[in-house]
């Protein structure tokens, strides 16, 4: 399949605190960088039940509704699953039109309890934008499916969304909160209607990419679910990359003044692509060199895996020929797309960081933390000091079962 341009991308595709940005700038330029929980390179397969990647036909206008169910191949399912399917269902992409995403759903074993079993919904990593990266086409890493078999082994029910657009038609909108946060809470209410013992206690957990996601998805989870009879409950968060936008609003010729790690380069290439898709009014790839034109065309296509091998040495700078900055309101433009919200949360948020997390520096979810607790949100943090990016998941466990645990009752 081949990439395409800007202008094609958009017809195809129609998604703070200074001193912690500051910081973050520093831990970035200071070379820092790593790869995030993401499988390498995955391939659309058979096997996954559904191939949906261009789906044409009618999207009911009720978000949220089950257009299409198919059980999950066993080879597919996470440990201590005892039933699982994948499903297409109806949301709204970053244009605000009506459209499509996949999810898995993985149930327990054992006998649901009384009102049904509840609910998990996982929002995963970074995998790439292109349809063959959705999660619910290849097997989970071993961190992950480690980390989803712990639920499952709690008694909860687990729902992965894959976001609209990945696998299924338009681009994923890559950190886009909103629009994430819409491809979580309709997962969640078309899973309902699968005839999997469900309840309608539910809440959150998100890693990474996902943890932005999941930090979306609580924010807007009440009115988003107004009417489904849903009962969210609150939201776990591990490596939260918060307050990015303002770094990628410094972007230009001459900065960063570094070349970074070839991870930050995957993401900076996936917030454009995202970005640029979301904001065709602003023509963004008209900042670009024809290297950055290059790279934003790979990003669309290619899974983490490879799209870190292809930038892997690029001098991001070098890709621009204007500052992001010159774009009309450019910063307000950035925080509106991928900007994490920090007030309106109505139900308990948990934070975990590691301190040698250097994908997602530290500053950047410290800096959310003291965001929410400047007004008044009702957060909790947990900070890991050896841990790194990924170790953080299963090490947050300790503190995030007893979480969960006590918001679910």
Known sequence: MSVPHRSTIATRRRTGLAAGACAVVAALTLGLGGGPAAADGPRYRSWSGMDTRNYAGPIPAKAGTVISSVDLDRRLWVPNTARAQRYLYSTQ??????????????????????????????????????????????????????YLAHWLQQGYAIVATDYVGLGTPGLMSYLNGPTEARSIVDSVKAAQHLDLSLGRTWAIVGQSQGAGAALAGA??????????GLDYRGVVATGTPANIELIIGLGGPGFPP??????????????LAGFTDARPDLDVEGLLTPLGKKVLTQAAELCYGEMADAVDGVDISTMFRKPVSSLP???????????????????????????????????????????????NQPVELHVYPSMDHSDTVLASLKDSTPFVSRIMR
């Open 329 to 375: 309101n450019a910063q307000a433009a950035l925080t509106e797309y991928m900007g994490t919200p920090y007030t309106g949360y109505d139900r308990p948020i948990f934070l975990g960081q590691g301190l040698r997390d250097v994908d997602v520096p530290a500053p950047s979810a410290l800096s959310l933390y003291a965001q929410m607790k400047a007004n």
């Open 258 to 271: 570094v070349t970074l790690p070839a991870a930050l380069n995957a993401y900076v290439a996936y917030i």
């Open 93 to 146: 992409n970053v244009h605000g039109k009506k459209a499509v995403s996949t999810a898995a759903v993985f149930v327990p074993g054992g006998t649901a309890p009384k009102g049904g079993w509840p609910v998990i919904a996982w929002a995963h990593g970074t995998t790439g934008l292109g349809d063959d990266c959705s999660p619910s086409t290849h097997t989970r890493n071993p961190r992950d499916s480690a």
């Open 219 to 228: 924010r807007h989870a009440t009115s988003l679910s107004a009417g489904s």
